[in-house]
Structures are given as structure tokens and as C-alpha cells.
């Protein structure tokens, strides 16, 4: 079964249009931009464009690349202190020579958009209210919506960076599955994905999970956005994967959309003044 991220995103952002028009709500989402990396162009094209169609007011903050840490401290600040800002993005990943730490924990965590800040990463971790991470809430909107069970179930998350691997497995853990965090470190990685019933790929890596490395029925979930002769792909050999796995999400048209949908729906939850809850 193809989990069909782009399909349901869509839904999504139509039901959050919705709810945007009737409650009366019109959110503005900040987002600064530092430097001029292409990558970044993409990720924020495609936000602007779900904003124009959700209803939320999209502001790009740009700064150029040779910006000093202090100066995106002080632009922050002057968001945080906003009252017509209700969410705040700092595109990642920022040049060299920029604090990146120091400039996410000066996010007003009420604003904090990406659920990044280390306050919303508590409250992630002791499953308090807060927002969460954009590609993880995707990831397990998508699980829900495909009715795909968490409880009781091995899952298996290939990746722990602090933005994807780390928070899909604590949602997960939440959701009560029994989780495994691999990495670069870890031995016979593929003896530990074949025992998962749901496989989490955010490595980095094309081509890193091959059907060997998948038992039969297994759900494969790929975060992956690799470019490979010029092609987008995602971690996991699609063809020979989606032969045997019982669900899988397709790079493009996966988890990317969702991540923008969960972005636009964090936005509007914070707009409502109400401290989030998601599983
Ligand atoms: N579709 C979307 O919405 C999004 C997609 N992405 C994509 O997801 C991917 C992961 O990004 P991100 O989460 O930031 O991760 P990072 O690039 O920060 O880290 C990659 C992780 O994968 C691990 N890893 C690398 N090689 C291997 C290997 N051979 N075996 C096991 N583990 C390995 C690393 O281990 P170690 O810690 O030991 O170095 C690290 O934990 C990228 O392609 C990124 O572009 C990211 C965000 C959103
Ligand atoms: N503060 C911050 N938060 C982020 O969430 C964040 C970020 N910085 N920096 C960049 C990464 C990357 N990211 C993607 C989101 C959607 C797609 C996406 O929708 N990709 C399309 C393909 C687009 C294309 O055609 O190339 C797809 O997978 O279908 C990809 C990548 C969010 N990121």
C-alpha cells in the first residue's frame, strides 16, 4: 500500500482552510531566512504557497549570509516582541559561524512553530502539550490516518538527529510502540530493521534501506530527501522495497508534504492561543 502523503496533505491543508475561515483566525507566520541556500528556496516556496491556500499571512524575514549571530538574535527578538507574529521559523540549516542553538532557544516557545525549542523538546519528552516537530507530527498523522497500530509494535527509526529521529521516536515510544533509535554506530543494522513492523528512514543516505533489510508486511516510512543525478529520492530502494513492505511512503509525495501540512496546522494551533496537544 502506497502511503500517499501528497493526497492526504492536501486534505489536510483543505480542512484547516476550513477551520481557519470559521473560527476567524489569521495567523502570520515569520520566517527568517539567513543567507541564500537553494535547498532553502524550495522548503520555502512550497510554505508560502500552503499558506496562500490555508489563509495564513507568510512574512520572509532574509538576512544575508555573512549575518553575525547577535543580528539574528535582535531580529528574533523584534518577532517575539510582535503581536501581529503568531509563529516563528527559522529556516535550517544556518550558515557556518551562526549559533544555531542559542538562536532556537531565543525563539519565544509560544511561537516556536518547529517545536524545536529546548522548553517544547521537554515538554515533547515528558508528553506535556506543546508543538511538535513538523516531519515527526507527519509521520504520525500519516500512521493514524492509514490506520497503521502503534501499540505493542517494534519500530525501528534509522537516524536520531534532534529534528526527525530523536522526536519520532519519543511520539512513537507515546504511542506506545517499542522503539530502537539506530545510527552510524550501530552494529548489523539490518538484523534490527527486519524486526521492526514499522521502519523510520531519516539518514540522509539514497539507497540505504534495500529489501533485505525489511521483513514481509513491514510499514516503511521514508524521510529521505537525497538528490541523486539530479533526481530527488528518498533512503529507501523504492522498487525492490515496496515489493514486500505492507505500506510505504514514496519520495516525492511522502513525508515532505506532510511535514508543510503539520508546519501549517502548528501555525494555526499556536494562532489559537492554545497550548497543543498532539498524542
Ligand atoms: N521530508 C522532510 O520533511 C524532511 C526530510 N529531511 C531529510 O531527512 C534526512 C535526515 O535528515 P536529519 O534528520 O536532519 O538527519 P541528519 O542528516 O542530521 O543525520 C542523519 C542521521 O542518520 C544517521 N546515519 C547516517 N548514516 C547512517 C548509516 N549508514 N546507518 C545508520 N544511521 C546512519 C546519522 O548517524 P550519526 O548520528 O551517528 O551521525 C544521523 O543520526 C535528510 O535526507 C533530510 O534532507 C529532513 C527534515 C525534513
Ligand atoms: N526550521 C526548519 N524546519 C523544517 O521543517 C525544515 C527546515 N528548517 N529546513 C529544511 C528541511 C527540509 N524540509 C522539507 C519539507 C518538505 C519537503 C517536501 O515537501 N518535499 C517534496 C519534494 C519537493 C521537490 O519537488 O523537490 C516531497 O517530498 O514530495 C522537503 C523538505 C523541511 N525542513
Redesign the pocket.
Known amino acids: 500500500m502506497i502511503l500517499d502523503g ?1 493526497g492526504l496533505a492536501a486534505r489536510r491543508l483543505e480542512l484547516l482552510k476550513e477551520d481557519i475561515l470559521e473560527e476567524k483566525l489569521s495567523p502570520t507566520l515569520a520566517t527568517v531566512i539567513v543567507g541564500d541556500d537553494p535547498a ?1 528556496h ?2 520555502v516556496r ?1 510554505k508560502h504557497r500552503a499558506c496562500e491556500q490555508v489563509g495564513i499571512n507568510s512574512v520572509n524575514v532574509t538576512l544575508p549570509a555573512d549575518t553575525t549571530t547577535k543580528t539574528v538574535l535582535d531580529r528574533i527578538r523584534q518577532l517575539n516582541e510582535d503581536p501581529d507574529i503568531d509563529g516563528i ?4 540549516p544556518l550558515p557556518e559561524g551562526i549559533d544555531t542553538e542559542s538562536v532556537i532557544a531565543s525563539i519565544n516557545p509560544e511561537k516556536d512553530v ?1 517545536g524545536f525549542h529546548p522548553l517544547n523538546m521537554g515538554r515533547l519528552m515528558t508528553g506535556l502539550p506543546g508543538p511538535r516537530p ?2 515527526p507530527k507527519g509521520i504520525m498523522t500519516l500512521l493514524s490516518e492509514y490506520n497503521i497500530p502503534t501499540s505493542g509494535k517494534r519500530a525501528v527509526i534509522v537516524g536520531r538527529s534532534v529534528d526527525v529521529g530523536r522526536p519520532i521516536g519519543l511520539l512513537l515510544l507515546h504511542a506506545d510502540a517499542t522503539v530502537t533509535i539506530c545510527h552510524s554506530k550501530t552494529e548489523n543494522l539490518a538484523e534490527i530493521t527486519r524486526q521492526a513492523d514499522i521502519l523510520v528512514s531519516a539518514a540522509g543516505r539514497a539507497g540505504i534501506i534495500t529489501a533485505d533489510m525489511v521483513k514481509p508486511g513491514e510499514s516503511v516510512i521514508d524521510v529521505g ?1 537525497n538528490q541523486v543525478n539530479g533526481k ?1 529520492c528518498g533512503d529507501v530502494s523504492f522498487s525492490e522495497v515496496e515489493k514486500i513492505a505492507g505500506a510505504i511512503t514514496p ?7 506532510m ?2 501540512a503539520s ?1 501549517m496546522e502548528n501555525t494555526a494551533d499556536i494562532a489559537r492561543n492554545r497550548c497543543v496537544h498532539f498524542m
Open positions: 501528497k532553502s524550495m522548503y512550497m521559523l527559522v529556516q535550517l518547529d513538523c516531519t530527501t530527488l519520495v516525492p509525495g511522502g513525508v515532505g508534504p511535514t508543510i508546519l
